[in-house]
């Protein structure tokens, strides 16, 4: 029995780095999960490799575009379909972006910001749709970045995209707190996804001795935080962006 038991949760961006890390240690923890990825091929590679690693059970792929209204309520109305209810939604899905103001096209903009921002608000709106409609409250989880404190020195769009989802954060936390809906965001530091873990060792070496705890971030730390907010030990926590970031401070 683990501190998520019974509940049905969707996470977005489930098939790989941090996301599919969440879907593993929720699963492990008791929950019912649909990884929802860009593609049905890539959410079905990761149900394979789920699998393979022992989790076979009370998992299924979705692959809605995060954009389309329709799209995600037909999914997440798959969901409940399928397990019943639908109690957590973990917005993690999410892209960078590192280009200079100078050199921004609007492609690049539009692309970061519909992830980033829009596709959070869609999937939200889709699963407090579902979460009043039970009447038994619920957890919307975002996720945010250590940037949105900080900003960085380029790609201003992804920081940009960070503040509003501390924003959507808390202005949703008070809207759907009367429906005892909670809405959290984590806010990670540098994390060892592929992309970290692909960076030579000197580097990370660099990165984490800028980092007070002395080390960047695994994927099990940002999923823990998940599992907290989503569970009912946390059922007095709203509006709160928690960092993960181990006191990084740029
Ligand atoms: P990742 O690139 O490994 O995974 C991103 C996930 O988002 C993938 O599953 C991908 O399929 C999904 N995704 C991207 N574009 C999509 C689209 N158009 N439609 C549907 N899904 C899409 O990245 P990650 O490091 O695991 O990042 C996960 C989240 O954590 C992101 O929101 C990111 O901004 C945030 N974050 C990561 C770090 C870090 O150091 N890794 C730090 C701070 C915040």
Avoid: W
């Amino acid at each position: 029995m683990g501190i998520v038991d019974g509940k049905v949760a969707i996470v977005t961006g489930g098939t790989r780095g941090i996301g599919y890390v969440i879907v593993k240690e929720f699963l492990k923890n008791g929950a019912k999960v649909a990884l929802a990825g860009s593609r049905q091929e890539t959410a079905d590679q990761a149900l394979a490799k789920l699998a393979e690693e022992g989790f076979a059970d009370n998992v299924m792929g979705i692959a809605p575009t995060l954009t389309d209204p329709e799209a995600v309520a037909a999914a997440f109305a798959s969901v409940v379909e399928r397990f019943g209810r639908l109690d957590v939604l973990c917005n993690n899905a999410g892209v960078s972006s590192r280009e200079k103001l100078v050199d921004y096209t609007m492609e690049e903009y539009d692309r970061v910001m519909d992830i980033n921002v829009k596709a959070p608000f869609v999937c939200s709106q889709a699963a407090a749709r579902i979460m009043i409609e039970q009447s038994e409250g619920g957890s919307i989880i975002n996720t945010s970045s250590m940037v949105a404190e900080y900003g960085q020195p380029a790609g201003c769009g992804y920081p940009a995209t960070k503040f509003a989802v501390n924003g959507l954060t808390r202005s949703l936390a008070r809207e759907l707190a009367k429906d005892h809906i909670r809405v959290n965001a984590v806010a990670p530091g540098v994390t060892k996804t592929d992309m970290v873990a692909a960076l030579p060792p000197e580097m990370v070496e660099r990165i984490s001795s800028g980092i007070p705890l002395g080390r960047v971030g695994e994927p099990e730390d940002i999923a823990n935080a998940f599992l907290y907010l989503a569970s009912n030990q946390a059922s007095y926590v709203t509006g709160v962006t928690l960092r993960v970031d181990g006191a990084a401070m740029t």
